[in-house]
């Protein structure tokens, strides 16, 4: 379990609060924290990269060492992913939270915090094993126990038990040694998984420094509001200038989104993307 704030900005840090059950997780959950956080980029070399396009550099200037949004767990990023498909980040939070109470394990006793989480995101083993197991004849298109699949359509979850299958079976490899055009390759040929899924786990489960979600709403509003093209494919064309660091330019173009995912919570609840 992790609970990280960041400091007032004049030390240019984050607290990082862990609980373990096994202090030789350790090392394991400091690796962990530092891939969320992106700490092992090189911020003033990719800073440079991107102020070498005019319309970047004044986003540059406004957000300096920008860093990618990552993940503890690349697994449970994509079913997020899946989860967020074409619906927004707060409907896709209600159903992930949903599913993790009805599928994920109890969190450990010594683990909890007031108001803190109570479950651990399902695995993929769990959720290939919920999924093989509910009915595909669902008169109103949802799974027959609503405590398994909560009011979620039946092609997201067959979506997400066709990936829950590959990790399971190994057709599937997202690990921090997974090479990124192999996953492109096998994500793609998942049923329910497209572009803009691929280069979400690309750039957040994998930290692919040059993965670029054109499609995505928020990156093309970003984009638009900076003068640049809002259609996907001139914006991709556009975007070749910023190889091989179209991650980071697409998270500055989230950073100068006016979107509540852009700025830093009020208050500091406990957090969780998986516990170590």
Request: charge should be negative.
């Amino acid at each position: 379990m992790a609970s990280l704030t960041p400091d007032d900005g004049e030390r240019g840090r984050i607290d990082a609060e862990l609980r373990l059950t096994d202090l030789r997780d350790l090392t394991s959950a400091v690796q962990r924290c530092r891939r969320l956080l992106d700490l092992d980029a090189d911020p003033v070399g990719i800073d440079e990269a991107m102020s070498a396009d005019p319309v970047l550099a004044e986003l540059v200037a406004s957000t300096p060492g920008c860093r990618l949004p990552g993940t503890t767990d690349p697994e449970e990023l994509a079913f997020r992913v899946v989860l967020g498909q074409q619906v927004s980040t707060t409907a896709a939070g209600t159903t992930g939270a949903r599913l993790t109470r009805a599928v994920g394990d109890p969190l450990p006793d010594a683990l909890r915090v007031p108001d803190g989480p109570t479950h651990l995101f399902p695995t993929a083993e769990a959720l290939a094993s919920a999924g093989a197991s509910a009915s595909s004849d669902d008169d109103d298109g949802t799974a027959p126990r609503g405590a398994a699949w909560p009011g979620m359509p039946a092609s997201r979850r067959e979506t997400l038990h066709g990936v829950a299958d590959a990790l399971t079976s190994g057709r599937l490899r997202l690990d921090v040694g997974a090479p990124w055009a192999e996953v492109r390759r096998e994500l793609a040929a998942l049923r329910g998984i497209g572009p803009w899924s691929v280069e979400m786990i690309a750039l957040r489960g994998l930290g692919d420094p040059d993965a670029f979600p054109a499609t995505d709403l928020g990156t093309r509003v970003a984009a638009e509001a900076l003068g640049l093209p809002g259609d996907p494919r001139p914006l991709t064309a556009r975007a070749e200038a910023w190889r091989p660091w179209r991650s980071y330019a697409t998270a500055l173009l989230w950073a100068s989104s006016d979107h509540a995912v852009a700025r830093l919570p009020q208050s500091s609840p406990h957090t969780k993307e998986s516990s170590p």
